[in-house]
């Protein structure tokens, strides 16, 4: 079983920098993309950035040049850097992982969500 913890959520002024790391525990052999979501309350869910195995990465026009997705495969772990962050980006942020390979299976995994509030 794969399982994955965010951290690195909370309030922040505008302007103001977070950092949101997501861990995966499990059998895993390899992980092919890892992204990051998020949800505004009354809208639906939206890809924020994501990075594939090879590290090509993708970001919404809204937060290119802000915020930065890297990872780390020997601690199965995705990071979100967020700059000059803006009341607009407040939502609840979510990681994924998609066809992550264990030792019994192949499959795609979601993050609990952790809540980031830009406001001033």
């Known amino acids: 079983q794969v399982h994955l913890v965010e951290s690195g959520g909370g309030l922040v002024q505008p302007g103001g920098s977070l950092r949101l790391s997501c861990a995966a525990s499990?059998?895993?052999?390899?992980?092919?993309?890892m992204g990051w979501y998020r949800q505004a309350a009354g809208n639906q869910r939206e890809l924020v950035a994501d990075i594939t195995s090879g590290g090509n990465t993708n970001y919404v026009d809204s937060v290119k040049g802000r915020f930065t997705i890297s990872r780390d495969n020997a601690k199965n772990t995705v990071y979100l850097q967020m700059n000059s962050l803006k009341p607009e980006d407040t939502a609840v942020y979510y990681c994924?992982?998609?066809?992550?390979?264990?030792?019994?299976?192949?499959?795609?995994?979601w993050g609990q969500g952790t809540q980031v509030t830009v406001s001033s």
């Open positions: 499990g059998s895993i052999i390899s992980i092919d993309a």
């Open positions: 994924n992982f998609r066809r992550v390979l264990t030792m019994t299976d192949i499959g795609n995994y």
